[in-house]
């Protein structure tokens, strides 16, 4: 969408290797969500995020709410990462109402 | 591990007919949330509820009612279906009153209406 912008719309990696995604906001994002849906259709979730970093394994991500944006970094990329990663920001807190971007489209090949 | 379920996962209706999407979930979670994604793009809000008895409008309301009817279930109503509801339909929970807000989504349903 237009107030979640995400980029690159596609990425293609080889195994081991790193990469980033990046969301843009042109709405006043209080906290991020970082999901990965996978070629099955379900959303698994990735980061919930205030201004900050979190790290899980070859996952981390950062939220500045200042600058709009939130980065995804990839580590040593596998081929089970493949899928779509998607970014929502809410932007009224404690309402949980999430907008999302359009998306990531990750393909790891060995 | 959030739980959330959907039914039905796969639904076939025909124009004007009358669509019913039923999410339950066991997390004692108050906030649900109703969403639909299109191919290619991500998902966008429909009606959301913070609790048994209350439905709020989201993003893309129109065509679509909501009802909770408890703290577990959460339904989406489509009175008149339309081929252009034709999508995939994903339900949430959220805790609310700590210090995350994270969303936890069912499989989705997958709507086709002819």
């Known amino acids: 969408g237009d107030k979640v912008k995400q980029s690159p719309s596609a990425l293609s990696l080889q195994e081991g290797t790193n990469s980033a995604l990046r969301c843009n906001f042109s709405?006043?994002?209080?906290?991020v969500q970082w999901f990965l849906q996978n070629p099955r259709g379900s959303l698994m979730n990735l980061f919930y995020?205030?201004?900050g970093t979190k790290e899980n394994g070859r996952l981390k991500s950062a939220f500045d709410s200042k600058e709009s944006y939130s980065t995804l970094h990839i580590r040593d990329a596998q081929l089970e990462d493949s899928g779509t990663y998607f970014c929502a920001a809410e932007a009224s807190t404690n309402t949980g109402k999430l907008t999302f971007g359009d998306g990531t489209v990750l393909t790891v090949k060995p | 591990e959030a739980a959330v379920t959907q039914s039905p996962r796969n639904k076939v209706a025909v124009t004007g007919g009358k669509v019913t999407l039923s999410c339950n979930q066991t997390n004692n979670h108050n906030n649900m949330y109703w969403y639909r994604q299109d191919t290619g793009h991500g998902l966008r809000l429909i009606h959301y509820s913070y609790g048994a008895g209350s439905t709020e409008k989201g993003d893309i309301p129109d065509g679509y009612k909501a009802s909770r009817p408890s703290q577990e279930n959460f339904s989406l109503i489509l009175e008149l279906a339309t081929p252009s509801q034709t999508s995939v339909y994903f339900c949430?929970?959220?805790?609310?009153?700590?210090?995350?807000?994270?969303?936890?989504f069912g499989p989705g349903t997958r709507l086709t209406v002819l």
């Open positions: 949430a929970s959220a805790p609310t009153g700590g210090l995350s807000y994270e969303q936890y």
């Open positions: 709405i006043a994002a209080t906290t």
């Open positions: 995020l205030v201004p």
